[in-house]
């Protein structure tokens, strides 16, 4: 016959109580993927999906935004990305946010070969066993984005996270910042031209509101005051001739 061993029935609950004990502790720790989706399509026309796009994807943060995934667009304009989940056990600064909460604030930037860069909205607090899904993103063609250029929104590059970033939530003009950044570094236009150009998509963004456009004056008047240095040096791959054309 077999050998069989009766254990006490208080051994038998403290067994049962380590055991549950140990699962909930591993089950604080584990870390599974996240998932974020998007699909990217051209703004106008039929809304055909834009496929190689590039899509990077940040936790928002106050002072320097976490980068959690990238990658690019398919044939049928869509990227599904995976990030890694952060722990939300009881040791706060290892959450996304240290100690101030658990999940990310997640939000993406679509960009490409000629075209606008454009952000998502952001997700706030999402809880990260869940996908976050953004739907579709409408992009439209330029021309001004067709070589490798580098944008950061509103104010110099200098700046940190959370001041441009409260920058381009005030004053609405962020897609109106990057085309400006793009502008400074193409070789032959003229800083004037910029500067107007600029003005003019802050003035259309405004729609006729009176004090955006007061905002709009303030920012026109900033970087056709004090852009001729940032405009030089956006330009180091241009002839001297070139960047002359800073002060134009």
């Known amino acids: 016959s077999s050998l069989q061993v009766h254990l006490p029935y208080s051994m ?3 067994a049962s ?6 699962f909930l502790l591993l089950s604080q720790y584990q870390v599974n993927a996240g998932q974020i989706k998007l699909c990217a399509k051209t703004k106008h026309g039929s809304n055909e999906p834009v496929s190689g796009a590039n899509v ?3 936790d928002d943060d106050y002072n320097s935004d976490d980068f959690m995934a990238s990658g690019t667009t398919g044939e ?5 990305l995976g990030y890694s989940n952060k722990h939300t056990g009881w040791k706060c600064w290892n959450w996304w946010d240290s100690c101030s909460s658990k999940h990310p604030d997640i939000y993406c930037e679509v960009s490409g070969d000629c075209i606008k860069p454009r952000k998502t909205s952001t997700k706030n607090d999402h809880d990260q ?3 976050a899904n953004f739907g579709n993103v409408y992009l439209e063609e330029d021309t001004d984005f067709c070589s490798d250029q580098r944008w950061n929104g509103c104010g110099p590059s200098f ?3 959370w001041l441009t970033d409260i920058a381009d939530e005030v004053s609405g003009f962020e897609e109106q910042c990057n085309s400006h950044d793009v502008c400074y570094g193409i070789c032959n236009r003229k800083r004037s031209e910029c500067e107007n150009t ?3 998509g802050m003035y259309g963004e405004c729609d006729g509101d009176f004090l955006c ?3 709009a004056d303030l920012f026109y008047t900033a970087v056709d005051t004090a852009g001729a240095d940032i405009c030089v040096d956006s330009r180091d791959d241009c002839t001297e001739s070139e960047r002359q054309l800073c002060n134009q």
């Open 159 to 161: 700046l940190p996270d």
């Open 56 to 58: 990077k994807c940040w």
């Open 198 to 200: 600029f003005k003019n």
């Open 213 to 215: 456009e007061f905002l």
């Open 76 to 80: 049928d304009g869509c990227v599904t």
């Open 17 to 22: 109580f380590i055991l549950s004990a140990a």
């Open 129 to 131: 066993s869940n996908l």
């Open 12 to 14: 038998k609950a403290s």
